[in-house]
């Protein structure tokens, strides 16, 4: 059983960038397809990018495309997502999320949070001036 543990999170002025990591524990992460998933206050949970186990294809939110880079690094057990050009409306906390899934990376972070077994605790990022 995997436990995703994020890092990275923090404050960044608009236009700024971040970069987030996913590590794991008990598991090899690049067994799961990964989900990096926002929750701003009053907001329902939603997937941001997606990274796939076998042929590392990739989705990504019409919100974030063009500015957000997801990538996978399996000799240091790590998922990582690249933030760039941040906007204000980025501020959320961001999780990380684990499932061994056949599903497509599009249909898993387009269903949401349910198809996701394995949850980290999240990091707050946050985007002000």
């Known amino acids: 059983q995997v436990q995703p543990v994020e890092s990275g999170g923090g404050l960044v002025q608009p236009g700024g960038s971040l970069r987030l990591s996913c590590a794991a524990s008990?598991?090899?992460?690049?067994?799961?397809?990964i989900g990096w998933f926002r929750q701003a206050p009053g907001k329902e949970r939603e997937g941001v990018s997606c990274?796939?186990?076998?042929?590392?294809?990739?989705y990504y939110a019409d919100s974030v495309k063009g500015r957000f880079t997801v990538s996978r690094d399996n000799a240091k057990n790590a998922v990582y997502l690249q933030m760039n050009s941040l906007k204000p409306e980025d501020t959320a906390v961001y999780y990380c999320?684990?499932?061994?899934?056949?599903?497509?990376?599009?249909?898993?972070?387009?269903?949401?949070?349910?198809?996701?077994?394995?949850w980290g605790q999240g990091t707050q990022v946050t985007v002000s001036s």
């Open positions: 990274i796939s186990s076998s042929d590392g294809s990739t």
């Open positions: 999320a684990a499932d061994l899934s056949f599903r497509t990376v599009q249909t898993m972070c387009l269903m949401g949070p349910d198809p996701f077994a394995y």
């Open positions: 008990g598991s090899t992460l690049g067994y799961y397809t």
